[in-house]
């Protein structure tokens, strides 16, 4: 599938050089980043970009290249070449932590939070707050307290370990972790997978907040194109390492992202016939 | 103690009454138990209290000073060497060598002293240091070079092993005249060892339930991918523990040299090492990682002490303490899994 040019109706357009406006607005903007894992290209010439306050949702099927993607925007591993813009200006982000210090946070799709650890000390984690040389808990556990009643989220005690808690819950621990982190841009990977109608709708209306407020840049990658379609902004479907389409959210449809899937299904079908 | 995943004091303090213990003295009561029931180190106390209960209605020459000092100094090494080893198994690691860090560490003090005319206090301090190599190289080999511990550990507690008896001929040598003044508050003092073990042990625990890097070590042992996508340095976490465990052999080996006044290449080994590790698994950690307590260590240690000590002196021979032993483990165990399993389920609240 040859990639298809920019609708040019998204907030901040396409790739530099087809959209010269978009590169106003972009607060993150990815330029022909590539990544190998040994014989294996996982992803192969990757140019995004997201505008302030917009969520993008970026779609593709399974080992199409949208998790190695958001660790690398996220700082856990570097690009083998393309470079990375941060409100126009290029970055390294030589790891999680230099990335969260530059405004990037991600929640991951395994959500990286500890069973054994309460939800407090989680919602801290690697930002602990700290009356030297001790952790001030009392502070963290207030304020942990605070954020989730903020975002609705009720939950009994904070002092409880995660593993005891549901699903959505954990979920809404990790977005809550991130969001108050004084991210710039947020990366959620994944952020409904395996989740009931119940907790998805808690994680659905807590992003939804987050876009009503305009100054978070959210790129979520998703699995379920109605969801999709329905918070983000614009989608972007990554296949077999690029990114092919670019569309604003209401400007698509999920007939429209079925068919180009199938298409897709059909000519990898179509050439291994022809190579058996 | 441990805060890791267990209710902070001032929350348990606030809690409303738990449903089904009833109010009034006998509500408290239980409401104090089922605290208690949370804490890691509650079972092993429990059997700590008990065990000197028994072993003074046995034998009154239990609780003689003579004999709590005899207590104190079985207790102490073991409880410092697993001041290390819970730091490694809250991590997800193990250490195999301490042993022989231990048995080479008060040697490589000899050789310093007497072969190379360096000051009492250097030496000690060198020692100490050769036991954080020694844990640096035990880190290098599993994180860098991504040998599982267990492993690494078992290669390097040979090659310490060899070292010492090659360089000592297998032969003891005498405490250096110059090292007697720093050793008597190293170890010669009869209540030396103990007072080193309980300050460590406080300091170690606050270290591991109340600091970033207690913190840290938790998240890498409990989930090591989300650790690491968090931002914590896993490399360095387990680095700091392998070389903790390495500096507490070292100071082990010296205290016990200076206890006995003789440095003794049959010292050290597996035997303390293997007691360190049974120690904090009968105090409360987890060798799956993720979760341990320094004071549930601590007393782990005094239990396989007071055993050790109390069928001594009621006159039952050493041959079957061993089966008293592997039974203390396997229950320890078994009971660790089991509330662990009804803490994660939320059913001792």
Same mark, same amino acid.
């Given at each position: 599938m040859t990639a298809p040019e920019p609708d040019g109706l998204s907030p901040v357009g396409g790739p530099p050089g087809t959209d010269p406006q978009a590169a106003d607005g972009a607060v993150l903007r990815v330029e022909h980043i590539a990544k190998r894992f040994g014989a294996v290209t996982a992803l192969v010439d990757i140019n995004l970009h997201v505008g302030r306050g917009e969520v993008l949702g970026l779609l593709g099927d399974n080992g199409a290249g949208k998790s190695t993607l958001l660790k690398i925007l996220c700082g856990f591993q570097p690009p083998d070449t393309g470079r990375i813009l941060l409100n126009g200006e290029e970055v390294q982000l030589k790891s999680v932590d230099n990335a969260r210090a530059l405004g990037i946070d991600v929640v991951y799709q395994d959500l990286a939070l500890i069973d054994e650890l309460t939800v407090y000390h989680n919602m801290f984690l690697k930002r602990e707050m700290v009356r030297w040389p001790l952790l001030n808990n009392r502070a963290m556990r207030r304020i942990a307290r605070e954020r989730l009643d903020a975002i609705g989220i009720g939950l009994p005690s904070v002092d409880v370990p995660v593993a005891r808690l549901s699903g959505g819950q954990r979920q809404a621990i990790a977005v809550a972790r991130a969001v108050y982190s004084d991210a710039k841009v947020l990366l959620l990977d994944e952020p409904l997978a395996a989740m009931g109608a119940k907790e998805a709708a808690l994680i659905l209306d807590l992003i939804r907040d987050l876009k009503q407020k305009g100054d978070i840049s959210i790129i979520i990658v998703a699995h379920n194109y109605g969801q999709a379609i329905e918070i983000c902004d614009r989608i972007n479907l990554l296949q077999h390492g690029e990114i092919t389409f670019d569309k604003l959210s209401k400007n698509t449809s999920v007939q429209e992202l079925n068919d180009i899937v199938i298409e897709e299904y059909r000519r990898a079908l179509l050439e291994r016939q022809r190579s058996a | 103690m441990s805060e890791t995943a267990e209710r902070a004091p001032e929350d348990v303090a606030a809690l409303p009454p738990t449903p089904g213990l009833g109010g009034g003295p006998w509500g408290a009561v239980k409401r104090a138990a089922a605290v208690l029931a949370q804490q890691r180190e509650a079972t092993v106390f429990v059997v700590a209290v008990l065990l000197v209960i028994y072993f003074w209605r046995a034998s009154? /020459?239990?609780?003689?000073k003579d004999n709590i000092i005899n207590i104190s100094q079985i207790t102490a090494p073991v409880a410092i060497i697993a001041i290390g080893e819970v730091f490694l198994l809250v991590c997800g690691e193990i250490d195999l060598s301490v042993g022989f860090i231990f048995a080479f560490s008060p040697f490589f003090m000899h050789y310093l002293i007497d072969y190379y005319g360096v000051p009492a206090v250097l030496a000690v301090l060198l020692s100490l240091l050769m036991g954080v190599a020694a844990g640096f190289v035990n880190g290098f080999i599993t994180? /860098?070079?991504?040998?599982?511990s267990f492993i690494a550990t078992l290669g390097t507690g040979f090659i310490l092993w060899g070292l010492m008896l090659t360089t000592s001929n297998a032969y003891p040598a005498n405490i250096p005249d110059k090292a007697q003044g720093i050793g008597h508050w190293i170890g010669t003092y009869a209540w030396a060892e103990i007072t080193w073990a309980i300050v460590l042990v406080i300091i170690f625990q606050i270290a591991l339930s109340r600091t970033r890097w207690g913190l840290h070590t938790v998240a890498v042992g409990g989930n090591i991918l989300g650790a690491s996508e968090a931002g914590i340095n896993v490399a360095r976490i387990k680095y700091t523990a392998f070389m903790l465990t390495g500096f507490m052999g070292a100071l082990v080996g010296m205290q016990e040299a200076f206890r006995t006044n003789s440095i003794d290449p049959s010292s050290g080994g597996y035997t303390p090492m293997f007691y360190a590790i049974a120690g904090a698994v009968i105090g409360g950690t987890a060798l799956a990682g993720g979760s341990g307590t320094i004071v549930g260590a601590f007393l782990g240690a005094f239990v396989l002490s007071a055993l050790t000590d109390g069928f001594n002196l009621i006159g039952i021979? /050493?041959?079957?303490l061993n089966i008293i032993f592997g039974a203390a483990i396997l229950v320890a165990m078994i009971a660790n899994v089991q509330l662990s399993r009804l803490r994660r389920a939320g059913r001792t609240t």
């Open positions: - | 009154p /020459a239990f609780l003689t994180v /860098a070079l991504r040998v599982p021979s /050493a041959n079957p």
